[in-house]
């Protein structure tokens, strides 16, 4: 059987039990994986070169980060700061997806949704909202805000490579020129005409919810603000990595082992 073939029919059994998820997602990938080594369509390197991808450690880097702030209690010390400048649902809205959009920019689109979506529930069961009308946005301004910068979702540093293997590259926020309208766009959308097809349901009383058990209250206040100071810092060297001469995934990476020296 030709290669070709071979791969299309490892694709199509990769996106069958992606929308199946009979099983996990992770299982399925490696499954594909070690097919394409068993059938000859790729030696061992080939198929685990993009486990030792820079974007794979830049991404490891970032979620160590974030879910820093989170562990912390920083991330749900901000969801209280938002629920407190926003008194309607409305004004709910726009202030959280402009939060997750910017957040999502700097952190990455994936790792900013599962670190808020705790403290969006927290913050609706304190207000009274309801979950149903928070969530999507949340996750829409999330995807939105993934395409502020450079590290803010996987495609882009994607392209950055293949880029880079002729002598081309993208700024750090260069963007944000395109993404920074479309977040700016869809917020608007969600405030004037998608709210209404948002579901209405009651908020359901959930003993041990995943964000009562991240209520932090004996992590020191200094380990929460080293965590929004160590984000920062890295943010800073990765805007600078022209001046600096460090790689984005290095600075990723010291930020991370910085957090980890903490426990």
């Known amino acids: 059987m030709a290669t070709s073939t071979i791969t299309l029919l490892f694709l199509l059994f990769a996106v069958v039990m992606f929308v199946w998820e009979k099983l996990p997602l992770a299982v399925t990938a490696m499954i594909v994986c070690i097919g394409l080594i068993l059938t000859g369509v790729l030696s061992p390197k080939e198929a685990f070169l993009g ?4 974007n794979v450690i830049l991404f490891v880097g970032m979620f160590v980060i974030g879910g820093a702030l989170f562990e912390t209690g920083m991330a749900n010390k901000i969801g209280g700061l938002v629920s407190k400048f926003a008194k309607t649902e409305r004004q709910l809205t726009i202030v959280l997806m402009l939060t997750t959009g ?19 529930v927290g913050i ?20 939105m805000g993934g395409n502020l910068s450079l590290i803010g979702a996987p495609g882009n540093l994607i392209a950055q490579g293949i880029l880079e293997q002729v002598n081309l590259r993208f700024g750090f926020f260069e963007y944000a020129q395109i993404g920074l309208p479309i977040l700016i766009v869809g917020i608007i959308y969600f405030v004037l005409i998608g709210y209404r097809f948002l579901p209405n349901t009651e908020n359901l009383s959930i003993e041990n ?20 100071v160590i984000l920062v810092g890295t943010l800073l060297a990765m805007v600078l990595e022209d001046v600096i001469g460090i790689k984005l995934y290095v600075s990723a990476c010291v930020g991370a082992l910085l957090l980890l020296l903490q426990e």
């Not at 486990?51 to 820079?54: A, G, L, M, P, R």
């Not at 200094?222 to 965590?227: E, V």
């Open 124 to 143: 609706a069961t304190k207000s009274g909202f309801a979950r149903s009308r928070l969530l999507m946005p949340l996750v829409f301004a999330a995807a």
């Open 209 to 228: 919810s995943i964000y009562n058990k991240k209520e932090i209250t004996d992590i020191p206040t200094w380990k929460q603000w080293l965590s929004l």
């Open 51 to 54: 486990f030792v991808d820079s």
């Open 102 to 120: 910017l957040m999502s920019g700097v952190l990455s689109n994936t790792g900013t949704a599962a670190i808020l979506i705790p403290v969006v």
